[in-house]
């Protein structure tokens, strides 16, 4: 694990990825690509819990040795923000004990995947974005997927029901996915 200087590369990359960067919701995110796109929730806050991150490494191996995590600084820009290069794609410990607290991506050098990470009213959530072939290897990884979905559109439902939360979240984050 290192923390490098954010600096014109990898801003290069996240403008390859991202058309729009999430202001504040990650449903707010647009991708340059016509990336397939998967949820997972809960995730661990801003972090991923270790099934979710090996399935995500395993699946990143294919492409790259290397990870970018670029967490949003304070005044909510990713230009601003800290970024960690995860060389050790197996050592869930160093990434685990990272200071983030923050919406934040990973990304590759390869460009062909870019995960969003934000936490929400219970737990977590991410979105990953890939190319198809990505994403499909990924879920051969983490097979929950579809649970996954479905507990995220049952929290929305239960908050609504009993706290009148709207469903905005919810409905955005559908039109994103599909």
Known sequence: MQKRKIDQTI???LERLLKQAPKEYIFEAEFQQKFEKTLLY???DVLLYRDQFEALMQTALQTSGE?????????ETFENGELFVLTDL??????????IRTLNVMFAPSDDWIMLIEESLEGGIAVLAGTKRFIDQFRTFYG????DLRDYVEFCLREHLTRNVPLTQLTQILKMLY
């Open 11 to 13: 801003l290069c990359h």
């Open 42 to 44: 809960p995730t661990d």
């Open 67 to 75: 990870v970018y995590l670029l967490s949003e600084g304070d005044d």
């Open 90 to 99: 197996h050592d869930y410990e160093a990434y685990a004990k990272l200071n």
């Open 144 to 147: 929950k997927g579809e649970s």
